[in-house]
C-alpha cells in the first residue's frame, strides 16, 4: 500500500476507503476504540497535534500497518473517525503529528507508533528496540534530537474489544466497612506454585478463580481481596538486561486494559479472563479491589520512550518543570507525574475507574501515592478537582476508596488528611506496632491510639474507624516472617547493591539474621509473628493482611522485590508442621474477629468516665488498676492492656443493641514475663460483675497454662507476647 496515501476523501459521501475499507468523521465521544456491531469508532485526545493518523494493524507480528486513515475530524481537542467493518480483536496505533521542540515541553514525531490511551486490550506487547525514543539514543542522551526510525515494527498495539459479557447474576457483595478483612495479594504470586491449582492456570486471573485458591481465602477468613496493579504494565528495558522483570506492575501501559500476562490464552483474552475472576470471587461473596497507579506512567524521565501519553500530546498529560519544560515534575519518584489539574487527564482518570467498576465489577480501589492526586503544580489540596469528582460522582462514590496517603514530594505525607469517604493505609499504626512489638520503649500510648482505631487521625473530620486501614506488613517491605528473622534488608538479588527498599524496617531477627535451627530463635519469632498478627485482627479499623504471610513466607530478607518474578515472590505452599500451626493461628483469630464486632465498632471507641468506670474502654495497668496519665510517659512499662465493653453502644442493620461479651487483652512487648493482676470487674453497663476471666481459645497456645483465672489473682505474661480473655459471669 502507499504510505503516503490519504485515506480520507471529504468529497465522496465524507467516507474515506481503503482495502475495503471506509472512514467516516464519526463522534468526539467515548474516547478509545468503540465496536457498535457494524463498525468502530476511534476518538483520541491531543489538544496540540496538527495531525493524527489510525493505523491499522492485520497480526501481532507485522512489521507495518496494512491500512491508516487521516482522522478526518476534530472536535475541540478530540481527534475522531468511525471505520465501518471493523470488528473486535482489530489492532491499532496512532501517529501523531505536531511539533518537536521538548524545551517547550512538545515531543510529537510522526515516526512512532502510539499506543491509544484509551486501549481496552494490549493486542501485541512491546519489543525493545532503540526506534521506540523518540529522540537519537547515543552517547550523549541529554542531546534529545529528534529521531527518524519507524518503531511500527516494536509498539505496543491496542485491540478492539466486544464489552460483552455474560454476568448472570452477578453482584457486588458490598461488605460493610467493619466488616472487611483486606487480603493483598499479586495475581501470578499467589497461584503461581500452589500445587492443586490446575497448571495451565498458575499465575493467571483463572488460577486466582479456581476452586483451590477460594477455598484458601474463605478458610482464611478474609472478605476483600486486593490485587497489585492489573493494569497493562511495561516490562522495564533495564531489567530485562539484568534477566530480571517487573513483577509488581507499578509501571502503567494502559489504564483500561487488563495486564495481558496473566491471561490464559493470548492478550486479547485477558478481558474475558478478568471478567471471569471476578465473578467467581463474588459467587464466593469475595470483593475485589484493584491497585491503580494514576500518578505516573510507564514512559519515565525525559529519557524515556515515547509509547503513548508523551507521544500524543505530552504537554497536556504531564506535570513539566515550569522552568525547563525538557524535564518533568516528579512526585513519584519514577520520572514523571501525570497532571490531573488537566481536565482531559482527569477524564481519562475518572473514565478509567468507572470503566473497572461498571464493565469490569471490580468493587473498589487502592490509589498508589495518592497525594499526588491532590498536587497542584507544587501543594497538595485537597480540594482538588479530583476529589470533587469523586465525591459527586453516583458510581466512584458507592465504591471502597483506599489512598496511599504519601508521595515523595515535599509535603507529601498525608496520613489523615483525605476526605471523609476515603480509607487510608496507616502508616502510623504500622510504625507503631512494629516498634512496640521489636521492643521499642516508649510507644504505649501511641500503640494505644492505634489500636483504638487512631481516632486522633480520623474523629475530628467526621470519619469512622474505618478510615483506617492497618497493616503491619505490605508488597513494599519485609514480610511477616522476614520481620521477625532480618534487622537489615538484603536486596543483592535486585543487582543494585543493596541500595534500594527502605532501611527503617523497626524489625528484628530475635537474635540471628537469616535461618536458623536454634529452637530457642525459632520459639521467639513465632510468638512475635502471633502477636504482630492478634493486634492487627484485635485493632479497631480495617485489617489488611499481606498475602502469604499466614504461609510463613519468606523472600530471604529481600524488602523491595519488585523485580523478582520468581521464586522468591511467589507464595510457597509446602507448609511445614509449624507453617501449619500457624496458618490455622491466623484463621482462628479471623473468625474470632467476624465472631465478636466488639473488635470491629462502627464508631469510636469511649473512654472511661472517671466518676463511675464505665466506657468502651478500659486502659489497664499491670499492677491492677487503671491506667494513669503519667503512666503513659513511663518508658520502663512493658506490659499493658485494654477492657473492651461486651454492650456496645451501637444498633445493628435491623436497629438492635449490638451486644457481646467483655474482653481484657493483654500485651507484654518486653524481653521477661511480666505479672499482670487481673480485674475484678468488666466496665460494662448492665452487668459489671465477673466470676472468672478464661482465654481466648484462639489465643490460649500463647501462655503456658490453660486458665480460667480468678479476677484479682496475677497472670504471669510471658515476653513477647499478646493475650486475650473473655469475662465470664
Known amino acids: 500500500m502507499d504510505s503516503e496515501a490519504l485515506l480520507y476523501d471529504a468529497d465522496v459521501d465524507t467516507d474515506s476507503r481503503t482495502d475495503g475499507l471506509r472512514i467516516r468523521p464519526g463522534k468526539p465521544y467515548p474516547r478509545g476504540a468503540t465496536w457498535d456491531g457494524i463498525g468502530v469508532n476511534f476518538a483520541l485526545h491531543s489538544e496540540h497535534a496538527e495531525k493524527v493518523e489510525l493505523l491499522l494493524f492485520d497480526h501481532r507480528e507485522a512489521a507495518e500497518p496494512s491500512a491508516h486513515f487521516e482522522m478526518p475530524e476534530k472536535t475541540g481537542p478530540i481527534w475522531h473517525g468511525y471505520v465501518v467493518n471493523l470488528r473486535p480483536g482489530q489492532l491499532y496505533g496512532y501517529r501523531v503529528y505536531g511539533p518537536y521542540d521538548p524545551a517547550e515541553g512538545h515531543r510529537f514525531n510522526p515516526n512512532k507508533v502510539l499506543l491509544d490511551p484509551y486501549a481496552k486490550a494490549i493486542g501485541r506487547p512491546l519489543r525493545w528496540d532503540d526506534a521506540l525514543f523518540g529522540y537519537e539514543v547515543g552517547d550523549d542522551r ?72 477460594i477455598d484458601h481465602l474463605k478458610d482464611l477468613g478474609v472478605t476483600t481481596v486486593q490485587l497489585l496493579p492489573v493494569h497493562a504494565k511495561l516490562q522495564d528495558r533495564h531489567l530485562l538486561q539484568k534477566g530480571l522483570r517487573n513483577y509488581w506492575g507499578y509501571n502503567t501501559l494502559a489504564y483500561f486494559a487488563p495486564e495481558p500476562e496473566y491471561s490464559t490464552n493470548g492478550p486479547v483474552t485477558a478481558v474475558r479472563d478478568f471478567k471471569m475472576m471476578v465473578r467467581s470471587l463474588h459467587d464466593a461473596g469475595l470483593e475485589v479491589i484493584i491497585d491503580v497507579v494514576y500518578n505516573h506512567t510507564c514512559e519515565g524521565n525525559q529519557l524515556g520512550p515515547t509509547l503513548s501519553w508523551r507521544g500524543i500530546d505530552n504537554y497536556s498529560y504531564y506535570k513539566l518543570n515550569p522552568e525547563d519544560a525538557r524535564y518533568y515534575m516528579d512526585y513519584t519518584g519514577t520520572g514523571n507525574t501525570l497532571d490531573p489539574g488537566n481536565s482531559y487527564v482527569l477524564q481519562m482518570i475518572m473514565d478509567s475507574l468507572r470503566y473497572w467498576v461498571k464493565e469490569m465489577h471490580v468493587d ?64 502510623r499504626y504500622r510504625d507503631a506496632l512494629r516498634g512496640f512489638w521489636r521492643g521499642d520503649d516508649g510507644l504505649t500510648g501511641e500503640v494505644a491510639t492505634r489500636i483504638a482505631g487512631s481516632s486522633d487521625l480520623y474523629e475530628r473530620s467526621g470519619r469512622r474507624p474505618f478510615a483506617s ?19 537489615r534488608k538484603h536486596n543483592q538479588e535486585n543487582q543494585e547493591g543493596n541500595r534500594d527498599g527502605h532501611d527503617h524496617n523497626l524489625s528484628t531477627n530475635c537474635g540471628t539474621e537469616g535461618p536458623t535451627n536454634d529452637p530457642d530463635i525459632i520459639a521467639c519469632r513465632e ?203
Open 142 to 213: 541529554e542531546d534529545l534530537s529528534f529521531s527518524t526510525k519507524d518503531s511500527a515494527p516494536y509498539a505496543p498495539l491496542a485491540a478492539v474489544v466486544e464489552e460483552t459479557f455474560s454476568w448472570g447474576n452477578d453482584r457486588a457483595p458490598e461488605i460493610p466497612w467493619e466488616d472487611t478483612i483486606i487480603y493483598e495479594t499479586h495475581v501470578k504470586g499467589l497461584t503461581k506454585q500452589h500445587p492443586d491449582v490446575p497448571e495451565p492456570l498458575r499465575g493467571t486471573y483463572l488460577g486466582l478463580a479456581s476452586d483451590p485458591i
Open 364 to 427: 473498589g480501589f487502592r490509589f498508589d501515592l495518592a497525594s499526588t492526586l491532590a498536587r497542584e503544580l507544587y501543594d497538595i489540596d485537597m480540594l482538588a478537582p479530583f476529589f470533587k469528582i469523586i465525591q459527586q460522582d453516583p458510581v466512584l462514590s458507592q465504591v471502597k476508596l483506599i489512598a496511599e496517603p504519601w508521595d515523595v514530594g515535599p509535603g507529601g505525607y498525608q496520613v489523615g488528611g483525605f476526605p471523609w469517604q476515603w480509607a487510608e493505609w496507616n502508616g
Open 469 to 487: 486501614i492497618n497493616f503491619i506488613t505490605a508488597h513494599d517491605g519485609f514480610t511477616l516472617q522476614d520481620f521477625v528473622s532480618y534487622e
Open 527 to 729: 510468638r512475635r509473628k502471633r502477636s504482630l498478627m492478634a493486634s492487627l485482627l484485635l485493632s479497631q479499623g480495617v485489617p489488611m493482611l499481606l498475602g502469604g504471610d499466614e504461609l510463613s513466607n519468606t523472600r530471604r530478607g529481600n524488602n523491595n522485590p519488585y523485580c523478582q518474578d520468581n521464586e522468591i515472590a511467589w507464595y510457597d505452599w509446602d507448609l511445614n508442621e509449624r507453617e501449619q500451626k500457624f496458618l490455622r493461628f491466623v484463621q482462628g483469630l479471623t473468625a474470632f474477629r467476624r465472631e465478636h464486632p466488639s473488635f470491629r465498632r462502627r464508631h469510636f471507641l469511649s473512654p472511661a468516665d472517671a466518676e463511675n468506670g464505665t466506657g468502651d474502654i478500659l486502659w489497664w495497668h499491670p499492677s491492677g488498676r487503671e491506667m494513669e496519665r503519667e503512666d503513659w510517659d513511663d518508658r520502663d512499662l512493658a506490659a499493658f492492656g485494654f477492657l473492651l465493653r461486651g454492650t456496645l453502644d451501637e444498633r445493628d442493620e435491623q436497629g438492635r443493641l449490638v451486644r457481646d461479651d467483655s474482653f481484657l487483652v493483654l500485651m507484654n512487648q518486653g524481653h521477661q514475663a511480666e505479672e499482670v493482676t487481673l480485674p475484678r470487674q468488666t466496665n460494662d453497663l448492665e452487668n459489671r460483675t465477673c466470676e472468672a476471666w478464661s482465654l481466648v481459645p484462639e489465643l490460649a497456645e500463647m501462655l503456658d497454662v490453660a486458665g480460667p483465672f480468678d479476677p484479682g489473682t496475677s497472670l504471669s505474661l510471658p515476653a513477647h507476647t499478646l493475650v486475650a480473655l473473655k469475662a465470664e459471669r
